[in-house]
């Protein structure tokens, strides 16, 4: 009892230190679609910062919901969680009221079902999720975030079968 209400008293001020917040949209083809709402903390680093870019990143806790929508069949709702470790290759100022970014990442996610549809199946309920991106930010701090990224999960042979998905994801995020 104790442990959950330091949790309880602990939120708040996990909540608070929060950076930013996003939405995704995602498909994978015409078989299974994706929407997930996430949580980011900036790491406040920069390496490599010469040229006029540099090199720094987040941590990105997210909850996802995915459906199947294969026409083949047996379709399944799934349910994620994430955590990922995401670098971001990002220009220092704005050109054009832009600054344009690269990111990519590998993280963890847990399903709440091992299978989408008839004939995709992922072995075990742990996947890797690794994403590769491209955006901008925009406004007067830089606080809109808009974003496309190419996401492959599977479980890394750990369980077969292993046959993974793709998404082609739309990020939108707010940066406080």
């Known amino acids: 009892m104790k442990k959950y209400l330091f949790l309880l008293l602990l939120a708040p001020a996990m909540a608070s230190a929060v950076d930013g917040i996003s939405i995704e949209e995602g498909k994978s083809g015409n078989s299974a679609e994706m929407t997930r709402v996430g949580a980011q903390w900036d790491w406040n680093k920069r390496w490599f910062d010469n040229g006029g870019w540099h090199l720094g990143g987040y941590w990105d806790a997210d909850i996802g919901y995915w459906r199947g929508k294969a026409a083949i069949g047996y379709n ?46 992922f072995g075990s309920s742990f996947q890797f999720g690794d994403h590769l991106g491209v ?11 808009l974003g496309y990224r190419f996401q492959h999960l599977s479980n890394g042979s750990i369980k077969q079968p292993n046959q993974g998905i793709n998404f082609n994801q739309i990020r939108f995020a707010y940066h406080f």
């Open 76 to 121: 399944k709702d799934i349910t994620e969680i994430g955590f990922t470790p995401v670098f971001r290759y990002q220009r220092n100022d704005k050109i054009l009221g832009l600054i344009p970014y690269a990111e990519g990442a590998v993280g963890i996610h847990f399903l709440s079902g091992t299978q989408i549809y008839l004939n995709r199946k």
């Open 135 to 145: 955006g901008m930010l925009f406004g007067s701090r830089s606080q809109y975030d």
